[in-house]
């Protein structure tokens, strides 16, 4: 009877165990999401830079005490998986880059349903398009370390089921990934960072395989497409490569994904295709504006 008590015992306490630390997964994966929200609603009005946004994250997990078991910043990983290479390789804007004091490339955030006109792309729901290259997702991860030494071991084993090269990492030492997933559009130029070396933030390398049949997530965002293109005066086009492929984008699939979608799409039921060859676009001053002073807030005075 004793023996059968104490295995009793042992297993309603290595239960007790179990909860707490699911429950504190939970927890900290809520905190997570708010500050990596909040970063990220900053940072996409500001370019979103890696550095800078960087140090807004680590400031808001020092505020919401947030622990890092790997120390900083190897406690995280960011794959930046919109705007990507060849976003930026189709939707540059020659002119704005020459505007701009970083010499990479960048996408004009400004009259994106105008730019849409000119490039539509194909009518495929799965192609890119400009709203979506205006459109950051993020999958970011955060390691999260049990406090049941037993849990520790059992992730231990699960090391060769993870696909993701930070999840293996996590789980040879006993940790559990946090992962999500979030869509927030740009109210900024996207810009082409380079990576960085100290920085556990990259922009996921892309594969060329067939379109996917399924309808993506922003399908909703592409207008209907006019039957004649607008015909404008050459200095008035918003110049962009004419190369169209395809994009395919191998997403790891995961029962931790947290999806927080703040998708804003254009007001489809303004367009008109009622332009004609003297018409012109009319630019306020502001045009080439951001809600960045330092980088974009003299450029009304330069055109």
Known sequence: MLVQALLVLGSMLTALAIGVDASLYLMQRYQLQHALLDTVRLHTRTHMQPDAFAKDLKAQLKRMHLPLPLGWPHSWHAEQISPNDKDFQRFRDPHLEKQLQWPYLAINNDYQAQQHQQNPGSATLSERNIFTANT????????????????????????????????????????????????????????????????????????????????????????????????????????????????????????????????????????????????????????????????????????
Not at 227 to 244: A, F, Q
Request: aromatic fraction near 8%; include cysteine.
């Open 136 to 303: 950051l997702q993020l999958e970011f991860y955060y390691a999260y370390r049990p406090y049941n030494p037993v849990v520790r071991t059992l992730f231990q084993g699960l090391e060769s089921w993870a696909r993701h090269s930070y999840t293996q990492q996590l789980l040879k030492q006993g940790l559990l990934p946090i992962k999500i997933h979030i869509s927030h559009p740009y109210a900024s130029h996207p810009i082409a960072w380079p990576s960085q070396v100290e920085l556990p933030y990259y922009r996921r390398k892309q594969t060329t395989t067939a379109a996917s049949s399924q309808p993506s997530a922003d399908a909703h965002l592409i207008p209907p497409l006019l039957s004649t293109p607008p015909v404008r005066n050459d200095k008035d086009k918003i110049h962009r490569p004419s190369n169209k492929g395809t994009d395919s984008v191998d997403y790891e699939t995961s029962d931790d994904t947290d999806l927080i979608n703040w998708d804003i799409g254009p007001d489809q039921g303004g367009l008109q295709n009622n332009w004609s060859d003297a018409d012109q676009i009319t630019m306020p001053d502001n045009a080439l504006g951001c809600d960045h002073p330092a980088c974009c807030g003299d450029l009304a005075g330069q055109q």
